[in-house]
């Protein structure tokens, strides 16, 4: 009754496209290959294998776009939770164009996925989006599982499927990701804080009390002059341990041959103290040309530049 029913119905509703041609008529191979498609889907949704059968119906209704076939499309695809695209396939029924000597099989089949397309359309989930931390005119991005949604005030939605997604929010260089699972027929709202997006391409810049911006020389000089100057005052502290070593195990000119080691020892760490103390001090000085020459003064700040002529030196400024 059945493979009756479709082999009736798709020769119909493919002359029902008005820009096919008639070569487009499908062909008896076509017939029969939906009739078997048709009869394997309705044999898999039988047996629980659902995904199967979508594949089976998606075939058989891509021969002849029939009114039986997408019906039995929808039913299943609702069975599955494609609720999004059973509702496209229901709807679908009512834009092909009805044939004069169409069956009553198909007519049923019409008012039948109208009916399915409300029902689903009440089971769809909604995804609501909503940003926080950024100005209202951000030109913000979000996606759903890849797929871009419209912003307009901060906000968008999604018609989804029920099930998990993947969220993701995006402004400049700052991203947010975020899991959801909609459940049927239910608004579900994820607010997104994007807090510090418009700023993340650029790290804050360091001021003064009197808001110079100070440049990262000065920080680089001040950091290589502390290490500098430890080094040289912890080493310049072994150094004159070792050479009271030394004069305490010396008589005069004369001293022991143990000694030899520790004066070694100590003229190597005297020589690394003079070297972090010339280091450190090179340090300081980076940081002072950082902070007096590469610094750039606020409108209202302290502004100190050094004046060198033939006859003085001085510094002018604005305090």
Same mark, same amino acid.
């Given at each position: 009754?059945?493979?009756?029913?479709?082999?009736?119905?798709?020769?119909?509703?493919?002359?029902?496209?008005?820009?096919?041609? $008639?070569?487009?008529?499908?062909?008896?191979a076509d017939l029969e290959s939906a009739r078997e498609l048709f009869k394997?889907?309705?044999?898999?949704?039988?047996?629980?294998?659902?995904?199967?059968?979508? %594949?089976?119906?998606?075939?058989?209704?891509?021969?002849?776009?029939?009114?039986?076939?997408?019906?039995?499309?929808?039913?299943?695809?609702m069975q599955a939770g494609d609720l999004i695209e059973a509702r496209e396939?229901?709807?679908?029924?009512?834009?092909?164009?009805?044939?004069? %000597?169409?069956?009553?099989?198909?007519?049923? #089949?019409?008012?039948?996925?109208?009916?399915?397309?409300?029902?689903?359309?009440?089971?769809?989930?909604?995804?609501?989006?909503?940003?926080?931390?950024?100005?209202?005119?951000?030109?913000?991005?979000?996606?759903? %599982?890849? #797929?871009?949604?419209?912003?307009?005030?901060?906000?968008?939605?999604?018609?989804?499927?029920?099930?998990?997604?993947?969220?993701?929010?995006?402004?400049? #260089?700052?991203?947010?990701?975020?899991?959801?699972?909609?459940?049927?027929?239910?608004?579900?709202?994820?607010?997104? %804080?994007?807090?510090? !997006?418009?700023?993340?391409?650029?790290?804050?810049?360091?001021?003064?009390?009197?808001?110079?911006?100070?440049?990262?020389?000065?920080?680089?000089?001040?950091?290589?002059?502390?290490v500098g100057i430890g080094v040289g005052t912890v080493t310049g502290i072994?150094?004159?341990?070792?050479?009271?070593?030394?004069?305490? #195990?010396?008589?005069?000119?004369?001293? $022991?041959?143990?000694?030899?080691?520790?004066?070694?020892? !100590?003229?190597?760490?005297?020589?690394?103290?003079?070297? !972090?103390?010339?280091?450190?001090?090179?340090?300081?000085?980076?940081?002072?040309?950082?902070?007096?020459?590469?610094?750039?003064?606020?409108?209202?700040?302290?502004?100190?530049? $050094?004046?060198?002529?033939?006859?003085?030196?001085?510094?002018?400024?604005?305090?």
């Amino acid at each position: 009754m059945l493979g009756t029913t479709l082999l009736l119905a798709l020769p119909r509703a493919s002359a029902a496209q008005p820009a096919q041609p $008639p070569s487009a008529q499908p062909s008896a191979a076509d017939l029969e290959s939906a009739r078997e498609l048709f009869k394997e889907g309705r044999e898999a949704r039988q047996a629980g294998d659902l995904r199967k059968a979508i %594949d089976r119906f998606k075939a058989a209704h891509a021969y002849g776009q029939t009114p039986v076939t997408a019906l039995e499309l929808g039913r299943t695809q609702m069975q599955a939770g494609d609720l999004i695209e059973a509702r496209e396939v229901l709807l679908s029924v009512a834009r092909m164009k009805v044939q004069p %000597d169409e069956t009553e099989k198909s007519a049923a #089949a019409r008012a039948e996925a109208a009916d399915l397309a409300e029902d689903v359309k009440k089971r769809i989930p909604t995804l609501s989006v909503k940003l926080t931390g950024v100005a209202s005119d951000t030109a913000a991005q979000v996606t759903v %599982d890849g #797929a871009a949604v419209p912003i307009v005030g901060l906000g968008g939605i999604r018609k989804a499927n029920p099930g998990k997604h993947v969220v993701v929010a995006r402004v400049g #260089a700052h991203e947010e990701t975020r899991n959801v699972d909609l459940e049927e027929g239910k608004t579900q709202e994820l607010a997104i %804080d994007l807090t510090g !997006g418009q700023g993340a391409a650029s790290p804050p810049v360091a001021q003064d009390a009197s808001g110079k911006t100070i440049s990262p020389i000065t920080w680089v000089g001040l950091g290589v002059g502390a290490v500098g100057i430890g080094v040289g005052t912890v080493t310049g502290i072994l150094a004159l341990g070792k050479a009271s070593d030394v004069k305490n #195990a010396c008589s005069d000119t004369h001293c $022991p041959p143990g000694t030899k080691s520790t004066v070694n020892s !100590g003229r190597t760490v005297a020589t690394i103290s003079t070297v !972090g103390f010339a280091v450190g001090g090179a340090g300081l000085i980076a940081a002072a040309v950082g902070y007096f020459l590469l610094s750039k003064p606020s409108p209202t700040a302290t502004r100190v530049t $050094p004046v060198v002529t033939a006859s003085s030196l001085g510094l002018d400024g604005t305090f």
